[in-house]
């Protein structure tokens, strides 16, 4: 009896530590799994937090109360085939300011749905395969990023509706991409996927600069010239002999996870210097 009141006590000293109780949960009633989860980053600090989260062909965005959550709005896609993988915030401050949402998953295909107006503003179309992850650029909230499972990534122009930079092909991934980030000053790119790899991406180089500003300007009959890079400035896959799921920056190092029997694993690369003689 006494060493279950030490374990209680334990337990309550661990939860003062870390800051953190627990207040309540929500199940949604599609009985499928919740694939994705983001808060609203742009959401006013004198208002509740609002999150977003997808699962199966649904988009459903809560509000979090003081003890509880509540659904503001929740939006099904027209096709009950579809199962979102993924959700992004997005801010648009042109033709009008607005704070919207970007969500992708089983079919390719990125909608992109206003909150505020309550209807799906446009759809991109382009991936070969299933999106798992989309990533807003730091600094342009035009761009966005999508990891695919036809090995590649690619950067979206938001503003003018087109697919104008691919990340893949040459010494790419060799199989699905499953998450990626911009680093803060978004110069770079990380990816990992499946093929055991982690790869950094350049976006510095001038072809990379001049197809994002001509982006902005293309207005010919002809589709848009869209840019390929087939060559990483960094990859490795001696580290992992399993995919690797998840990766982030933290400043200017690098986050990155993996699942290994039941466990999750976490690494960190301190002080990354892209070196172009490591490839995959």
């Not at 799921?245 to 039941?262: A, E, I, L, P």
């Amino acid at each position: 009896m006494r060493g279950k009141k030490v374990k209680a006590v334990e337990k309550r000293e661990h939860s003062k530590r870390n800051g953190f109780k627990f207040t309540s949960w929500s199940k949604e009633d599609h009985k499928e799994p919740i694939f994705g989860v983001a808060f609203n980053p742009y959401t006013n600090p004198v208002h509740p937090p609002v999150f977003a989260a997808v699962g199966s062909n649904r988009v459903t965005i809560y509000e979090c109360l003081e003890d509880s959550v509540s659904v503001i709005q929740s939006y099904s896609d027209p096709c009950t085939e579809e199962i979102f993988y993924t959700v992004c915030w997005l801010y648009t401050v042109s033709p009008e300011v607005s704070v919207n949402l970007a969500v992708a998953g089983q079919r390719g295909l990125i909608r992109v749905l206003s909150p505020t107006k309550l209807h799906n503003l446009f759809t991109l179309m382009g991936c070969g395969d299933s999106i798992n992850e989309l990533k807003l650029h730091p600094s342009d909230s035009n761009l966005l990023l999508s990891a695919s499972k036809d090995n590649s990534l690619r950067l979206w122009n938001l503003k003018t509706r087109r697919c104008i930079l691919i990340l893949g092909g040459l010494q790419g991934h060799r199989d699905e991409v499953l998450s990626c980030d911009f680093d803060l000053s978004a110069r770079y790119v990380l990816s990992c996927g499946m093929d055991h790899s982690v790869k950094m991406w350049s976006l510095e180089t001038d072809d990379v600069k001049n197809t994002i500003a001509l982006s902005y300007t293309y207005n010919q009959d002809k589709p848009f010239p869209v840019l390929n890079v087939h060559f990483p400035i960094f990859s490795t896959r001696s580290i992992h002999r399993n995919y690797v799921d998840c990766v982030r920056w933290f400043g200017n190092k690098q986050w990155y996870q993996r699942r290994v029997r039941g466990l999750n694993c976490c690494y960190l690369l301190a002080d990354c210097h892209p070196r172009r003689d490591l490839v995959c």
